[in-house]
């Protein structure tokens, strides 16, 4: 249902800038946007429409009520409730520009700018210690990388789950110390038999037998950080389950996360400018955004997918 098609140039309303987009940021919400399923944290949108929350690139026109210093500026933002930026200028709320850092490339901003936002909230909420065992479901995925990293920095036993042998490798490479393709049958006894103890935090984003299967690594006192479910549904974890197994349920919504994304977005920009993290980014041309949302949809992509006008 993705076109490539030339419209025209988009206007701009008081407070907004337009940006010309050196990178478009490709999220898996994009793609159920695109399905038309209901039920996300943001409503269908009014076609025809042009995708895309997040973009980086220079401001080439400033809108009415727009500081003019913002113009010729490279910056990063995330759009929010609007769309357009799958495309080669995007319009976007002067407010919540951010300046690239120096010296960073506009792909590594971009992925900071959502996926990176979101695992700090994630990360700050889940609280991992050195003394955890985590377990990170789709290690190799935007979030998972970082996760993978930011756990193996704070000096925590990391185990990361990934689909095939090229993801495991990844994952390996990240820092994790045991990774596991979960495309193998009884791919959870190998983890079993590789820890010395139970799992003491997962941080899973796909849900479904996955899921389930990363919750039963836990131990008692254990606790799990739910945000998604990539395989289309939530783990089968039932309330007394939780109680029974001693497990603390940290299921994070983006609601919970929406009122602190400016702190989120820049506290994201300053681990990737100080080099803390160092996401991979997969790159599409803009013309072939269909193929990037079916490489997203098959669970092919590793890292944060973009794609470049």
């Given amino acids: 249902m993705l076109r490539y098609e030339t419209v025209a140039n988009p206007e701009l309303a008081a407070g907004q800038v337009r940006v010309a987009v050196e990178v478009a940021g490709v999220h898996v919400l994009d793609t159920v946007l695109r399905r038309g399923v209901e039920g996300g944290p943001f409503s269908l949108p009014t076609l025809p429409m042009t995708p895309g929350r997040e973009v980086a690139g220079l401001v080439e026109k400033a809108g009415p009520e727009v500081e003019p210093a913002w113009l010729g500026r490279r910056v990063v933002v995330h759009l929010g409730q609007a769309n357009g930026g799958y495309a080669e200028l995007a319009p976007a709320a002067a407010q919540r520009l951010h300046e690239v850092p120096e010296r960073m490339p506009a792909a590594v901003a971009v992925a900071m700018i959502g996926t990176g936002r979101t695992a700090v909230g994630i990360l700050e909420r ?183 006008p």
């Fill in 126 to 308: 889940a609280a991992v210690t050195a003394s955890d065992v985590v377990v990170v479901t789709a290690a190799a995925g935007g979030l998972g990388t970082l996760f993978v990293q930011e756990a193996h920095a704070l000096g925590a036993t990391v185990v990361a789950l990934a689909g095939g042998p090229a993801k495991v490798a990844w994952a390996l490479e990240l820092g994790a110390d045991i990774a596991v393709d979960y495309l193998l049958d009884a791919w959870h006894e190998r983890v079993r038999h590789a820890l010395a103890r139970s799992a003491t935090l997962v941080l899973d984003g796909v849900g479904g037998a996955i899921g389930r299967a990363a919750f039963d690594l836990l131990g008692a006192g254990g606790r799990i950080a739910r945000f998604g479910w990539t395989s289309g549904a939530a783990a089968q974890i039932r309330a007394a389950e939780f109680a029974a197994h001693q497990v603390t349920d940290l299921a994070i919504t983006g609601a919970q996360l929406i009122p602190r994304q400016a702190e989120l977005e820049a506290a994201a920009l300053d681990k990737a400018a100080k080099g803390a993290w160092q996401p991979f980014v997969q790159d599409y041309a803009l013309a072939r955004a269909a193929d990037a949302h079916r490489a997203i949809e098959s669970r092919t992509t590793t890292g944060k997918v973009v794609l470049i």
